[in-house]
């Protein structure tokens, strides 16, 4: 999980496998975000799921969110090479987003 | 094409010195913020700016003072610097900054070493 004071999850599978990473957070928040951040680039939305929806598809991503455990996962089915990346959930606040510290993903080709 | 500026790419400095770190945006957008990304604190959150106003400070020291002389500018004045202040800068854009729902836009940092 990527909240609190937990260190930085990583997490290396193969090519062609499935994932799922976990967010936990603190506060009340009405959308959790899910960035991707590849090496040497900033991070970039991937997908946005809102507090009445309780799973979100995308192509290969599926994000959930539980409110009521303020938890959320995202899925990647049939990983590439190219989902190398550093994965953080966001949780919106008042003019700011609050990243979580994120999950490491390696996949190998 | 990037839509989100940030220069220089790459900013040594001497402890004690100061720098001016660029952010232009070309998005549009009304917002500007500045997140701050290191080993022990990922994407932590610095300001945020709302039609050319602060909305927030989260950052504790008063070294570090954006400056945004245009809507789409918001510069990042470090004074004093220290190497616990070497980490990547990232500088980012939404719609508003009114709707806290918004997604942001962000550039591709500045990677910061004060020796």
């Known amino acids: 999980s990527q909240w609190g004071e937990e260190n930085l999850q990583a997490l290396s599978i193969q090519e062609g496998e499935d994932v799922t990473m976990n967010c936990s957070y603190k506060?009340?928040?009405?959308?959790v975000q899910w960035y991707r951040q590849k090496s040497g680039k900033g991070p970039a939305l991937i997908i946005l799921i809102r507090s009445n929806e309780r799973e979100k598809r995308s192509g290969r991503l599926r994000a959930t969110l539980d409110t009521s455990s303020q938890s959320s996962s995202l899925s990647i089915t049939g990983t590439l090479a190219t989902d190398t990346a550093v994965y953080f959930c966001?949780?919106?606040?008042?003019?700011?987003?609050?990243f979580g510290k994120g999950t490491v993903l390696l996949v190998s080709p | 094409d990037p839509k989100i500026i940030q220069k220089p790419k790459y900013l040594v400095a001497v402890t004690g010195s100061e720098k001016i770190l660029i952010c232009e945006q070309y998005l549009g957008h009304n917002a500007m913020y500045w997140y701050r990304q290191s080993a022990k604190k990922p994407l932590e959150f610095m300001f945020s700016y709302s039609y050319q106003k602060l909305m927030d400070n989260q950052t504790a020291s008063s070294r570090f003072q954006p400056q945004s002389s245009k809507k789409n500018h918001l510069d990042l004045q470090i004074t004093a610097l220290k190497p616990d202040d070497s980490a990547t800068y990232f500088c980012a854009s939404s719609q508003t900054g009114t709707n806290s729902n918004e997604r942001l836009f962000f550039g591709h940092g500045t990677k910061l070493s004060v020796l």
């Open positions: 966001a949780t919106s606040g008042y003019n700011k987003l609050t």
């Open positions: 506060t009340y928040t009405t959308v």
